[in-house]
């Protein structure tokens, strides 16, 4: 039986896959602006970001008003919270996309320090991160979920072995500490965003099977009551 | 799930003449929750709830097979007393049912058929139950006024005090909020909520909401069959079997 219920959740969904599109698109431009060292997509990203805000704020706003009017049960119920936890995870990653841009504006005022490789690919695992959370809420797909929570660890590693070598040119040279600084914030910032598409991920189980798996929980053997 | 039964089905068939209206049903109501039965009409629910004081027996044609325990001894056995049972097992039904009496009768009348005489302790036990019913302080000065001139919940709560006087241990409720307003219904279901601590509680509610708020557990029923029984709050975030989550999610029913 269709329901008109089912018509809202569609506008739900739609909000939140626009969201998760500006949120996708502003890790990308901001990583960019860093590579070809241009400024001018640096309002770009500022843009993306406002935009994401009023999403959130839509999407908490019907969230609610579903959760008031339908009183939502069982799938709808799981479907509603975990856009919500979505919408609040999409939003953040528009955040670290403002402060990677920050971040470059200030590199780009001084010379180059080194090339880029590592944060290139951090960015892009980071933003595959985001996209298949998303597609896996799209399509229902738990298994699909538990891989990008996997993939999580390799985020991390390259965050640490940015560190690692951003010290060493710290210690060889004072004057590139400013600089190295930037760079490894902007690590910092890309391991968040993957960290909010393990989130996003986390919550596409919830939604999916009904299964709580944040905080590794599973591995204290969190009982979740079946 | 460890449960100590207070009342239980076992392999529960139940029939009206050659119709099957309860396919093999186990359930167990646990002592001092409350067990909620959802389904659809004609799903079997208060045919079920029924079954338990024996109600169903005034109805031709009736045949019961399986068992149904109260602390562990079958109700249907020739040995049980129906009436004995009744006070154990009391009942509320959907539309409130005071008796043409006052409201200070209306509660002491069970009392007084039991043979209590004595009028300080009717009294004592009248007020008990007003005040178990939550009613008490609506009507503590209208005690003599027909019990008609209250209102459809206040005369709700009536029969509710009314099988609480004579103490019984189960409380069965069929519907009992669906010929009242909605104030009145929150009155009522926080009152079974506080009724578990004292009692085993089983209701048959249409209101998914209502199963949802006052109830421990949930069984859910359809076409005569017992299709999910569980935690409420894992039927209601969690179904296992398909038919329940689109039942309750409003996808048929």
Redesign the interface.
Known sequence: ?K?Q?DEELKTLQEKLLQMASLAQDSIATAIKSLEERNEEYANKVLEQEKEINLLDIKIDELCMKLFALR????????LITASLRISSDLERIGDQSVNIIDRTLELLKVPVLKPLIDIPRMASLAENMVKDSITAFVNRDDVLARNVCERDDEVDKLNDQIFRELLTYMMDDHTSIKRAVDLILIGRHLERIADHATNISENVIYFVL?KTIKHHCEKFNYEH?D | MELKAKMESKHLNFYYGNKMALKDISIVAPANKVTALIGPSGCGKSTFIRTLNRMNDIIAGTKVEGEILLDGVNINSPKMDVVELRTQVGMVFQKPNPFPKSIFDNIAYGLRIAGMKDRKKIAEIVEKSLKKAALWDEVKDRLHENAFALSGGQQQRLCIGRSLAVDPEVMLFDEPCSAIDPIATAKIEDLIQKMRENYTVVIVTHN??QA?RVSDYTAFLMLGELIEYG?T??I????KNKL??DY?????G
Not at chain 1, 71 to 78: F, G, I, S, W
Not at chain 2, 236 to 239: E, I
């Open positions: 039986m329901r219920f009183q939502p049960m069982a799938v709808d119920l799981r009904g009551e | 998914m909401q949802a935690e709050t894992k209601f975030t969690n179904p329940t989550e309750i999610t409003g996808r048929f």
